[in-house]
């Protein structure tokens, strides 16, 4: 069965610091990899998510993700955080078989943005 | 435009009584969801409709159920809430491409669940 690890539990960042949130998955086959983002009392939204193809994948709100199959990682990137960018980050494996009903979340981040 | 609209968002029930809660979408997808998300935890799968097949996880507690009606309805059922059965309870959706794993999941914004 497929895992996902996500070492830091909270992370505090500097308005206008870059981000770096730490991803690492376990599946014996090609992985299909996605980063979700939660705000307070709300729903998941698709951030980005990789597939195949170019390992450095361009999401929404300035987010970019790269997978390294060599180090069974998925680390999620922004260049410059703002405000907006505090939430609950997931990242996600899901299992290569029929749909998408395989999902497995990591336990998240928290990600705190400090003045 | 809501896409995926769960009803209420905040459900506050007393313990051992039955409870169900609602989700609908405009998006015509055939995969619909139930998580269960507990907090600072990750969203659990309780089941998922492919259409109108009922695909149940093995470790979804049989006080859970869900109803599919049809393409835009789904509803979670809990029939006997615990305390432990507090939680926010995520719906979401999805295309379901045959033999193509791409679908991104669509969630709703939740209902919070409170047991009494």
């Known amino acids: 069965a497929q895992s996902v690890t996500q070492p830091d539990i909270h992370i505090t960042v500097s308005e206008g610091a870059s981000l770096e949130l730490r991803c690492n998955y376990s599946y014996g086959a090609t992985p299909y990899l996605f980063w979700y983002v939660q705000s307070p009392g709300q729903g998941l939204q698709l951030l980005l998510k990789?597939?195949?193809?170019?390992?450095l994948v361009q999401g929404i709100k300035g987010f970019e993700a790269e997978f390294k199959r060599s180090q069974s990682s998925f680390n999620l990137r922004k260049p410059s955080v703002h405000w907006s960018d505090a939430a609950e980050y997931f990242c996600?494996?899901?299992?290569?078989?029929?749909?998408?009903?395989?999902?497995?979340f990591g336990t998240g981040t928290r990600l705190t943005i400090i003045p | 435009d809501a896409m995926v609209i769960q009803n209420p968002r905040y459900q506050v029930t007393q313990f051992g009584k039955p409870v169900t809660l609602s989700c609908s979408q405009t998006l015509n997808h055939n995969v619909m969801y139930w998580y269960q998300q507990k907090s600072s935890q990750a969203p659990k799968l309780l089941f998922h409709?492919?259409?109108?097949?009922?695909?149940n996880e093995a470790d979804t507690p049989d006080n859970f159920q869900s109803r599919r009606p049809n393409t835009s309805f789904c509803f979670l059922d809990i029939r006997s809430p615990g305390l432990g059965d507090a939680a926010m309870y995520l719906c979401?959706?999805?295309?379901?491409?045959?033999?193509?794993?791409?679908?991104?999941?669509?969630f709703g914004p939740g209902t919070r669940l409170t047991v009494l």
């Open positions: 979401a959706t999805s295309e379901g491409a045959l033999g193509v794993w791409t679908d991104t999941q669509y």
């Open positions: 996600a494996v899901g299992a290569s078989n029929f749909g998408n009903e395989k999902l497995t």
């Open positions: 990789y597939f195949s193809g170019d390992t």
């Open positions: 409709y492919y259409d109108k097949d009922f695909n």
